[in-house]
């Protein structure tokens, strides 16, 4: 039996989900959400809810909304306290700038960087989706998305996804993804406070036409987009997701995860804060929030505010997703991010895939059997023994001892002989090594596949370039 890491850190006490919950369900029935789409607006109307189509606005009778609860209960019960921890999953992040972090250069992202990201991802194994690392700039920017995701179903060997710019090439990058039998989606996510974008939600009635699923997600924050408080920013952060979750509901009869990926200001500068200590928190109540409701949950943990991948990086990014893991929240924020989204960089993206696979080695546990103890070998090698040699070392090395091809174990002067290097000179090495062919890849997919692929991508060029 493997002796799992258990989750039970907590942040919020039975009685302080329920003051969330009920605050929530007061704001959508006084206030509501603005949903500015007459569909949609129609479609909620008809399952109960209050619609003001003057103003576009939805309020959400409390019996509805709690109705809605009763459902996803249904489908995942409550967890029990002390379960084993999920792993961290994580995915990449899409960035408009691409930073070069060894020569501290940043520009605008490249349909080469796309390529470079497709290769390198498919090497690190703690990304299960392979997905564009930047908005390549050589290329019309409505099509960006189109272009990209061909990229990405042609050579990844790996599934993957992107953020889709509008409903028209939503509807190519579905064909592509049909063509493949590949599940696809829709990140629907809130304009806090309390609104979606138009464009978003026409996207949306197109994924739920096509079959696809629709994620939720609520980036409100602290002292800017919502209340300064922690306890606020839930508050409507959990308004907002029970609002989406309502409406992904009434078109595609599923419910997403509880995607809380709330922020807080720094209020020197109001940019948005990624590694604030505030992140930690956040992860651990979307966690209790999440299971209040039946839900899994995402958080944006596990990133940081440092430009450089320093000490900064490495205390924000690993404490604030432990804390989240902990308490039962798998899904943190996406990786490879220089600062709070000031680019895409492949030394943070190995660097990122690295600290998850040490953490992720933890999260495993040990097993406890007779094999393991190793009673009979500590036995017969009494009191002078060297277990190095041992058949039950090489048996069982690769599973009790975590290795790492980035970070050092080793003397002073090992170190100092390889010239003192530092972490990013060996990443860069690293890296180097991982993208040496990328130029070359061979598609992932047969032949009469990527003839597919280009005929939908030639249709969606054709289509795309007379929008302005």
């Known amino acids: 039996m493997m002796g799992k890491v258990l989750a039970a850190v907590q942040v919020l006490t039975e009685n302080e989900i329920e003051q969330i919950h009920s605050g929530a369900l007061r704001i959508l029935k006084e206030t509501g959400i603005k949903v500015p789409n007459q569909e949609i607006l129609k479609i909620c109307q008809k399952a109960g809810a ?139 996510n809130t304009i806090s406070p309390l609104q979606y974008a138009a464009n978003s939600l026409e996207i949306a009635l197109v994924t739920a036409r096509e079959g696809g699923d629709i994620s939720v997600g609520s980036m409100v924050m602290s002292g800017s987009t919502g209340p300064v408080t922690i306890a606020g920013t839930l508050v409507l952060s959990c308004a907002e997701i029970l609002a989406s979750q309502f409406i992904v509901y009434q078109l595609t009869g599923k419910f997403a995860e509880f995607g809380s990926i709330c922020h807080s200001v720094n209020p020197s500068n109001m940019m948005c804060s990624f590694g604030s200590p505030n992140q930690g928190i956040f992860a651990v109540a979307t966690a209790q929030l999440a299971d209040f409701y039946g839900l899994d949950s995402r958080s944006n943990s596990g990133l940081s505010d440092a430009i450089y991948p320093d000490f900064q990086a490495g205390v924000e990014k690993v404490s604030t997703a432990l804390f989240g893991v902990l308490a039962g929240c798998g899904g943190i924020g996406a990786m490879g991010i220089s600062g709070a989204d000031q680019g895409i960089s492949l030394e943070q993206l190995v660097l990122d895939n690295e600290w998850i696979r040490a953490v992720n080695y933890m999260l495993n546990g040990f097993e406890v059997n007779e ?82 692929l280009d005929d939908i991508l030639n249709e969606a060029i054709e289509e795309l370039s007379k929008v302005n």
């Open 371 to 452: 094999e393991t103890l190793a009673i009979k070998e500590i036995i017969d090698a009494g009191h002078e023994a060297n277990y190095i040699y041992q058949e039950h070392t090489v048996q069982h090395l690769r599973e009790s001892i975590y290795f790492s091809p980035i970070f050092d174990r080793i003397p002073y002067e090992v170190w100092e002989s390889k010239g003192c290097r530092d972490l990013c000179d060996k990443v860069d090495e690293f890296i180097q090594s991982k993208l040496e062919g990328y130029k070359n890849m061979e598609p992932a997919i047969e032949e009469n596949y990527c003839r597919q």
């Open 50 to 188: 209050r619609v003001d189509e003057q103003l576009q606005i939805v309020r959400f009778p409390v019996e509805i909304i709690e109705e809605l609860v009763g459902l996803m209960r249904k489908e995942r019960p409550r967890r029990k306290l002390m379960e084993p921890v999920k792993k961290v999953y994580a995915n990449i992040s899409t960035q408009t700038f691409f930073v070069d972090k060894k020569n501290h250069i940043r520009r605008y992202g490249l349909m080469d960087d796309v390529l470079k990201g497709i290769y390198l991802v498919d090497q690190l194994e703690s990304y299960q989706k392979n997905n564009p690392i930047v908005v390549p700039s050589d290329v019309p920017y409505n099509q960006s998305d189109v272009i990209s995701m061909h990229k990405i179903l042609t050579y990844a060997k790996k599934e993957g996804k992107t953020y889709i710019l509008s409903p028209t090439s939503a509807k190519y990058i579905y064909r592509m993804m049909k063509t493949l039998g590949r599940r696809f989606g829709y990140y629907l």
